[in-house]
């Protein structure tokens, strides 16, 4: 099965600077690639996905890369924010996999002030 | 619109006992699942419904059962429980158009605390 790795398990930056999350995959049949973000006390929600189609995608301050030849994905915030901090988990999918998510171990990013 | 609705959020059982937690969706999603996260685990599938009717077992259900009889209602059932179990789980659904493949979005409920002691 699938097997995602989510580095660093920690992330601390100051307000403004920029954050970087990285993920990397094992299973080459994977195409979909969704970030979702968790606030204490509550369920993630999905920040940004993308399919393996296309290389970048961004929305605002954040961005996400695919390389599918070296299986790994990184989540990009710039210009980070206090209510940036949460955990973020990276998560990988295949194709007619019944939408199952493998995600990966989490991201606690603080940002301090 | 409530979304993905859990019950309890909190609940505390000894060894042996047995419980269910309830979710129920009212986004009309196609898709439903059970997740638990442990601490620097992630989340771990525990089980999935892709309609009314239909399950099947995720990475790990060992311990756990569920039914789904309407499209709206996914309980997760624990008939003995076991120190093991002791997670915060999350139910969650999501919609995918037949025939796509695309996995969607997935909406989670706010958890519910298990504490098994």
């Known amino acids: 099965g699938e097997n995602v790795e989510q580095h660093p398990s920690t992330l601390s930056v100051q307000e403004g600077d920029s954050a970087v999350i990285k993920c990397t995959y094992s299973d080459s049949a994977s195409n979909y690639f969704p970030w979702y973000k968790q606030e204490l006390g509550k369920g993630p929600q999905l920040i940004i996905d993308?399919?393996?189609?296309?290389g970048e995608k961004k929305d605002q301050r954040i961005a996400v890369t695919l390389n599918k030849t070296a299986k790994h994905f990184s989540l990009h915030i710039t210009e980070t924010q206090p209510e940036d901090s949460a955990v973020y988990f990276c998560?990988?999918?295949?194709?007619?996999?019944?939408?199952?998510?493998?995600f990966g171990t989490g991201t606690q990013l603080k940002v301090e002030l | 619109n409530a979304g993905v609705t859990q019950t309890p959020k909190f609940r505390i059982l000894k060894i042996g006992q047995s419980m269910t937690l309830q979710c129920t969706q009212d986004m009309n999603h196609n898709y439903m699942y059970w997740y638990r996260q442990d601490p620097g685990m992630g989340l771990k599938l525990i089980y999935y419904s892709v309609g009314a009717g239909i399950t099947d077992k995720g990475e790990v259900p060992n311990g756990y059962n569920v039914s789904r009889s309407t499209t709206e209602d996914f309980p997760l059932r624990l008939e003995l429980a076991a120190p093991s179990q002791t997670s915060v789980y999350f139910c969650?659904?999501?919609?995918?158009?037949?025939?796509?493949?695309?996995?969607?979005?997935?909406?989670f409920g706010e958890g519910s605390r298990l504490t098994v002691l």
């Open positions: 993308i399919r393996s189609n296309v």
């Open positions: 998560a990988a999918s295949p194709t007619g996999g019944g939408n199952k998510l493998t």
């Open positions: 969650a659904s999501s919609y995918t158009p037949r025939g796509t493949g695309n996995t969607g979005e997935l909406f």
